[in-house]
């Protein structure tokens, strides 16, 4: 498995900018399918976007199609989710998580909180 920390969390406001960054621990980061979810209170966790092992293929929900990027880096081990035009339903708990397939999640990030206000 893979060690996952994540940075980038915090408060912002209505129509503002974020990014989130995911680094990981290990040799083999670029042979994992990657992707971000996220949590708000009383939801379920939800999927917001996922990448494949070159990059190459990127995947949105429906909620974030459109604001959200997702990219990573195999040189830094690192994968990224640019957050654009944030709204207060965006606030949640974000954790990144690598597999080695889109339906295997194996590792798991610690979280980190984003909050938006109106």
């Known amino acids: 498995q893979v060690q996952l920390v994540e940075s980038g969390g915090g408060l912002v406001q209505a129509g503002d900018s974020l990014r989130l960054s995911c680094a990981a621990s290990?040799?083999?980061?670029?042979?994992?399918?990657m992707a971000w979810f996220r949590q708000a209170p009383g939801k379920e966790r939800e999927f917001v976007a996922g990448?494949?092992?070159?990059?190459?293929?990127?995947y949105y929900g429906d909620s974030v199609k459109g604001r959200f990027t997702i990219s990573r880096d195999n040189a830094k081990n690192t994968m990224y989710l640019q957050m654009n035009s944030l709204n207060p339903e965006s606030t949640a708990v974000y954790y990144c998580?690598?597999?080695?397939?889109?339906?295997?999640?194996?590792?798991w990030s610690q979280g980190t909180q984003v909050t938006v206000s109106s």
């Open positions: 998580a690598a597999g080695q397939t889109t339906s295997s999640y194996g590792s």
């Open positions: 290990g040799r083999t980061f670029s042979s994992y399918v």
């Open positions: 990448i494949n092992w070159s990059g190459s293929n990127t």
